[in-house]
């Protein structure tokens, strides 16, 4: 299996930075790809930024151009830069690895961690 441990949330206002980490450890060998999500309530949880399995990025569209997502593959570790935040982008944020097996995916989520933009 694979461990996801979060770190970086917080409070920030409107138009302010943040930058969350995801260290993965375990059968980390077995990845093949990581990403962040994030659930607002009352709302599904949803894709924010990831890595495909052909290490491309992709984002959502109401992130475009404010947030980055990294990784430092020595650190086993992935980021995601957010700049200009908004309000709209309160949620808890969750990391994921996911990993191929015989006919399925498996995935892991890490334990989220909040981020609450004030106006």
């Known amino acids: 299996q694979v461990q996801l441990v979060e770190s970086g949330g917080g409070l920030v206002q409107a138009g302010g930075s943040l930058r969350l980490s995801c260290a993965a450890s375990?059968?980390?060998?077995?990845?093949?790809?990581m990403g962040w999500y994030r659930q607002a309530p009352g709302n599904q949880r949803e894709l924010v930024a990831g890595?495909?399995?052909?290490?491309?990025?992709n984002y959502a569209d109401s992130v475009k151009g404010r947030f980055t997502i990294s990784r430092d593959n020595a650190k086993n570790t992935i980021y995601l830069q957010m700049n200009s935040q908004k309000p709209e982008d309160t949620a808890v944020y969750y990391c994921?690895?996911?990993?191929?097996?015989?006919?399925?995916?498996?995935?892991?989520w890490g334990q989220g961690t909040q981020i609450t933009v004030t106006s």
């Open positions: 994921r690895a996911e990993w191929a097996v015989p006919g399925s995916r498996l995935g892991s």
């Open positions: 375990g059968r980390i060998f077995s990845i093949n790809t």
């Open positions: 890595f495909t399995s052909g290490g491309s990025t």
